[in-house]
């Protein structure tokens, strides 16, 4: 388990994008699983749309 976000959610599967400014993950912090992406400069993560 890897947590890249402040929730006690539990983060997966995290990974760079492939220019590196990203991070790709999932997480189930609504109760399902889901997949985000955040900025590495920024605090929070959007779901992936």
């Known amino acids: 388990m890897?947590?890249?976000t402040n929730h006690p959610?539990?983060?997966t599967s995290v990974s760079?994008?492939?220019a590196g400014?990203?991070?790709v993950f999932?997480?189930?912090g609504d109760g399902q699983a889901d997949i985000?992406?955040?900025h590495i400069s920024k605090t929070n993560a959007r779901r992936w749309e």
Do not use: G, Q, T
């Open 26 to 28: 999932i997480s189930d």
């Open 36 to 38: 985000f992406v955040m």
């Open 16 to 18: 760079w994008s492939p």
């Open 21 to 23: 400014h990203k991070l």
């Open 9 to 11: 959610a539990r983060d």
């Open 2 to 4: 890897e947590n890249v």
